[in-house]
């Protein structure tokens, strides 16, 4: 139904359909063209999320236009077929967009080649093209790679693989575990260059990483991935259930606990940024790695859990994609009726993603931490993939934020406690035993309150904090802090005085606290455990 002119020669085009349900019958939703006098073409797209409107999608479209050779042409294309940008470089090379994909923050890379084909003694006349701060002049033709902002367009690095003779660069594809990992594959050579005659440097760094060819013209690939950051102090690893506990629809777009959660990721002041200024006086010297794990309570795919967030150092940049990814990605989950709890499998998929987070125990020595949100009560195999996920150079604690079913002490007992070996430990071993702390707050249903306004939200800001802060602030014990002592000691007399099941008196309030803050004891025993209280030297 949608006609187009052609503006002369070929143009390109993008459109977007959907499939009605019936055998071959797709509707066109929208058409984006866009043409010069000569020949152009669109040969790559690759879809995100479009982060700055509400459950929307972004296609990221690469090619080339007719120029004085031909222009690379990136762009990125939102509903209705509106350009949001683009990016049309000229220059005189024979230039091209052959590949995009997409990370796991949603930024688009895309890859392809740069310059004029070897010939000796007629170089091109101006081959250099600037991504934004970076020139890249190729010698030749040269193979390239560039990452743009998903939502400003904005370049935030380029760089380009060259050697003596011809190189392209024709696929990609991101590492689904580490956000900046990624394979490039292409060719390098010439159809008429003798084995040993040509070379390519793999390594876009200071470095080198020489690949000599056989013959002609070679295929190669390569696995790209930054230095280790050695600035990364704290790595968390958010698991999240499929459960109905995760959606509680009080929100038109997401779920409540899922809102929540992004505006919680997103604010620096519970996840510090490398850099920034700390409370307790100094400048931040070590940054948080985090990513996301949904478990589910029903195999999909014959898989119990799957990464849905990659590694990803928390800046001012990546927060705010890395949150609003997370509450799109889970939305889309529907929970199991009936709901059959597979943390272990949560618990086994967040061990093996640390393996590959990029980041040496060995020579980073990190504080790793996984907060269990939202989780029913665990199942049977969870017991051993806690012990598995807390062996040596894994994960140092296990905290849970529960919700819906999700007894506050049952988590306690059976998910962040390595059992001490006697079939009914007692409040106190399960103290001196706990890998982390535990929180309830399913007796406050958000409904009809907004997200903002409700206990699970300030439940996760202190857990996250506390994470993220100061690992000095706790250790594997939580009760040897003596601050804790005295509010145990504080707590226990309470009991004394009002045994259980009165509410004041919880056996296990000295480590773990329940939604209703400072409602306990004067002062708030609830709070004080968790707020943050930064000593002079914090990381």
Request: aromatic share 8%; hydrophobic share 40%; proline share 9%.
């Amino acid at each position: 139904p949608d006609i187009r002119i052609s503006q002369g020669g070929r143009d390109l085009f993008v459109a977007r359909y959907r499939f009605t349900g019936a055998a071959d019958e797709l509707t066109p939703l929208w058409v984006y063209t866009f043409g010069t006098a000569g020949d152009d073409e669109a040969a790559c797209v690759a879809l995100g999320v479009n982060d700055d409107a509400n459950l929307t999608t972004l296609a990221f479209v690469g090619g080339w236009t007719a120029g004085a050779g031909r222009d690379l042409y990136f762009a990125a294309i939102q509903d209705a077929g509106l350009v949001k940008w683009m990016f049309n470089p000229s220059a005189s090379g024979d230039d091209r967009v052959l590949s995009v994909a997409v990370d796991g923050l949603g930024r688009p890379v895309f890859t392809g080649q740069v310059g004029c084909p070897y010939a000796p003694g007629t170089p091109c006349a101006d081959p250099s093209i600037a991504f934004g701060s970076t020139v890249l002049t190729p010698d030749g033709l040269d193979a390239f790679a560039a990452r743009f902002h998903p939502i400003t367009g904005a370049v935030e690095w380029a760089y380009r693989l060259g050697g003596n003779l011809d190189e392209s660069a024709t696929a990609i594809a991101f590492d689904p575990a580490y956000t900046d990992r990624f394979a490039l594959t292409g060719w390098f050579g010439r159809p008429d260059a003798a084995p040993g005659q040509y070379t390519i440097d793999l390594d876009p760094g200071p470095g080198a990483a020489p690949v000599t060819g056989a013959g002609y013209a070679d295929a190669f690939v390569s696995l790209m991935a930054p230095a280790a950051p050695e600035y990364v102090g704290f790595q968390v690893s958010l698991v999240l259930d499929q459960s109905e506990s995760m959606v509680i629809w009080a929100d038109p777009e997401f779920p409540s606990m899922l809102r929540a959660l992004r505006e919680t990721v997103a604010d620096p002041l519970v996840i510090p940024h490398l850099g920034q200024q700390n409370p307790g006086g100094g400048t931040r010297a070590l940054a948080v790695q985090m990513n996301a794990i949904v478990h589910t309570t029903r195999e999909v795919l014959e898989q119990g859990a799957q990464v849905v967030m990659p590694w990803t150092v928390m800046d001012a940049t990546t927060a705010p994609l890395f949150a609003r990814r997370l509450g799109a990605t889970h939305s889309r989950v529907h929970p199991a009726d009936p709901p059959s709890n597979r943390v272990g499998a949560g618990f086994r998929a967040a061990a093996a993603s640390l393996a590959r987070s990029g980041i040496d125990p060995q020579t980073t020595p990190t504080s790793a931490s996984i907060l269990l949100i939202g989780n029913e009560r665990p199942g049977d195999d969870a017991d051993i993939a806690r012990v598995e996920a807390t062996a040596p150079g894994k994960f140092d604690r296990i905290s849970a934020l529960g919700s819906g079913d999700a007894l506050r002490d049952d988590m306690l007992r059976d998910v962040t406690m390595p059992r001490p070996g006697t079939p009914d430990p007692t409040a106190l071993e399960i103290d001196l035993y706990s890998t982390g702390f535990a929180s309830d707050v399913s007796n406050m249903h958000p409904e009809p309150l907004p997200p903002h306004a409700w206990p699970f939200r300030d439940a996760l800001r202190l857990m996250l904090t506390r994470l993220s802060w100061c690992a000095s602030d706790y250790d594997r014990n939580e009760a040897h802090q003596q601050s804790d002592l005295t509010l145990l000691s504080a707590h226990s007399a309470q009991c004394a005085l009002n045994p259980p099941p009165h509410p004041s008196c919880n056996p296990y309030a000295d480590w773990n606290f329940d939604g209703i803050f400072d409602g306990h004891l004067p002062g708030g025993i609830d709070r004080q455990k968790l707020e943050l209280h930064l000593p002079a030297p914090c990381p």
